[in-house]
């Protein structure tokens, strides 16, 4: 199995970025593993994401951002074809109310067996849980993009999103949870082995009430 993993470069001030640091971390067993650090810049991440998406065929694509404040885990289940940044992007940009794809659906549902894979990192006692959104930043934008391409472009590709929250580092003194970087490269590496085996997810529930 031929994999791809992206993260993302530090943003919003932070010296570094989890998604990328636990990225670098993962040690593949079994499949060929990519890795592809992302900018945080509207636009210019998707580009970056299309040329990887056309220089190889992967079989699996899993993209993976920082959620500060999140105390687990959180792969996400749904992307929106929204833009709308609280905070500008690493390139000064903050659009607001604008699409990811112009003309693109209102939204994807994500390709990995997002319950499947909360039930395996919380069977290895990782926090995990399934997200019903990734925000209007960048991550966001990155989720709805490599959807749309999967959808457009590379119907063959099986592709998702996945939050992961602050390391310890960047927790420290705010009061917010962290999760060492080693344990979030374990737990994507379980989100990897649980997307090549399992066909059809979970019938469980993950819903909210709000």
């Given amino acids: 199995m031929d994999v791809l993993l992206t993260g993302f470069e530090p943003f ?4 570094v970025n989890p998604s990328w640091d636990a990225v670098d971390a993962v040690r593949p067993d079994g499949y060929e593993l990519t890795r592809l650090r992302l900018p945080c810049v509207f636009g210019d991440s998707i580009a970056l994401l299309r040329d ?9 694509v899993v993209c993976v951002g920082q959620a500060g404040g999140r105390a687990g885990v959180t792969p996400e289940r749904v992307a929106v074809n929204l833009d709308d940044a609280r905070i500008p992007d690493n390139a000064g940009a ?26 395996a990192l919380e069977a290895e006692g990782i926090p995990a849980s399934v997200s019903h959104t990734a925000g209007t930043f960048v991550c966001n934008h990155v989720f709805y993009g490599l959807m749309h391409l999967v959808a457009t472009e590379h119907p063959g590709v099986r592709g998702g999103f996945v939050h992961v929250p602050f390391s310890p580092e960047q927790a420290e003194g705010r009061g917010l949870p962290g999760l060492p970087v080693a344990t979030t490269a374990r737990a994507l590496e379980l989100i990897v082995r649980t997307a090549s085996t399992t066909a059809v ?7 909210t009430l709000h």
């Fill in 201 to 207: 997810d979970l019938r469980t529930t993950a819903g």
């Fill in 12 to 15: 919003d001030g932070e010296g």
């Fill in 94 to 119: 903050q659009p607001v109310d604008v699409p990811v794809v112009p003309g693109g659906p209102a939204a994807y549902f994500t390709g990995l067996p997002v319950k499947a894979c909360v039930a």
């Fill in 52 to 60: 990887a998406l056309a220089a190889r065929p992967y079989d699996l």
